[in-house]
């Protein structure tokens, strides 16, 4: 069993990055997120990773803050550096850091995403998960608010289910947290899980990685900047992608033959728990 706080794990150029704290059920303890960080980082600088995908070990997504290290922080002195403070935007930066990745990113739950771990998912662009997987915004039946993860949870569900799921704490699953738009396509068991990944990966990887790069980042521009200039700068990365995978994607369709970046994956050969 690996002592990383996250196990990362490559096949065909999808980086896989599993938490790997299973006996706090993968709470976000410093070193989790320092760690998912560095993964992310990888993940953006190198461009032979297609996906990032994001999984929790021993059968449990993520329960989010780490409860255990919170009197740590009270303990500190408050003031204009307020430790609380400055460690809750340390995280804020990381999911801001996720949300932007240039690749595609997958959040594969089984158990739970409770809280924070509600929040990693809803930065990610798909979300799959067991029909028996739990969703909730718990932070407020602790006392607390979802802080930092709170724009995410509102861009992802919308701000009526965002007010819904944060000041009831309410537990959705299944066909609820489907409807909610919190997953995008649900499991029956971990099993069809893993086959259902691997159907989502296939079609990620029918896609050009270099197109997938310059799309993402477009599609959060849409409706946060200019609409002309952002018309302009979006014809210059089609020309770009023209002139680079747009030949090969071209030549592939006439020819009737997969593009050479196509890939194929099989449940089978996807990581095992980190655990």
Do not use: H, Y
Not at 59 to 70: D, I, P, R
Not at 143 to 164: K, N, S, W
């Amino acid at each position: 069993m690996s002592a990383d706080p996250v196990v990362l794990q490559r096949v065909d150029g999808v980086l896989f990055a599993t938490l790997n704290r299973p006996a706090t059920r993968n709470a976000l303890a410093p070193e989790v997120v320092d760690a998912m960080a560095a993964a992310v980082d990888q993940a953006a600088d190198d461009p032979a990773v297609r996906a990032l995908v994001l999984r929790g070990a021993g059968g449990f997504f993520c329960a989010g803050g780490n409860v255990g290290n919170f009197q740590a922080r009270l303990d500190g002195q408050a003031g204009t550096d307020d430790p609380v403070a400055a460690r809750n935007r340390v995280f804020g930066r990381f999911m801001q850091r996720l949300a932007a990745l240039p690749v595609p990113v997958l959040a594969v739950v089984e158990g739970a995403a409770m809280g924070g771990g509600m929040g990693l998912a809803c930065a990610a662009d798909l979300v799959l998960a067991t029909r028996d997987a739990k969703f909730a915004l718990s932070e407020t039946t602790l006392g607390i608010i979802p802080a930092q993860i709170a724009p995410f949870v509102v861009a992802r569900v919308g701000l009526r289910a965002a007010t819904r799921l944060g000041l009831t704490g309410e537990r959705a699953s299944g066909d609820l947290a489907e409807r909610l738009g919190l997953v995008d396509a649900l499991a029956e068991d971990g099993a069809a899980l893993d086959t259902l990944l691997a159907q989502w990966l296939t079609r990620i990887c029918t896609c050009a990685p270099g197109a997938n790069r310059a799309l993402k980042p477009l599609l959060r521009r849409c409706g946060r900047e200019d609409e002309g200039m952002l018309l302009d700068e979006a014809a210059r990365l089609f020309a770009a992608c023209m002139r680079d995978e747009g030949a090969e994607g071209i030549a592939a369709f006439r020819e009737k033959r997969a593009p050479v970046w196509a890939r194929r994956f099989d449940a089978s050969e996807l990581p095992g728990d980190a655990a």
